[in-house]
């Protein structure tokens, strides 16, 4: 299982990449608005990516973090894109909160198991 979710957390990452580097006309676009659309992709990038490396969800996280901000960045070499503190914050932001959430899955998942494992 967690090949196959670190294979999907690095489908994510490309897809984002692509998203935020590629042309304008051919990012995917919501209802959800601007900060919308960048908090829900980072969400999953963070979920993902902290159900896939467990072990190491801090340094991941951190990493993350440090990419993110390089990929905001690159956007200074994008053609029609524009760099912007505000998408750093979203995105960054949201995907600590994804990283929150896996964590938050991982000790309800254990505690499940642990109440499953007293009463048989």
Do not use: K
């Not at 601007?34 to 829900?40: R, S, T």
């Not at 505690?111 to 494992?117: D, I, K, L, Q």
């Amino acid at each position: 299982m967690p090949i196959f979710v670190r294979f999907f957390a690095w489908l994510l990452a490309a897809a984002v990449t692509f998203a935020t580097l590629g042309p304008p006309g051919l990012r995917p676009h919501s209802d959800l608005g601007q900060d919308g659309e960048h908090a829900l992709a980072f969400i999953l990038v963070g979920l993902a990516f902290g159900l896939g490396y467990r072990n190491r969800r801090w340094a991941v996280a951190a990493v993350a973090v440090v990419l993110i901000g390089a990929l905001e960045l690159m956007q200074f070499w994008a053609p029609g894109r524009h760099a912007r503190l505000e998408d750093f914050l979203v995105d960054a932001g949201t995907a600590c909160i994804g990283f929150a959430l896996a964590a938050v899955t991982d000790w309800i998942m254990a505690r499940f198991r642990a109440s499953t494992a007293l009463t048989n």
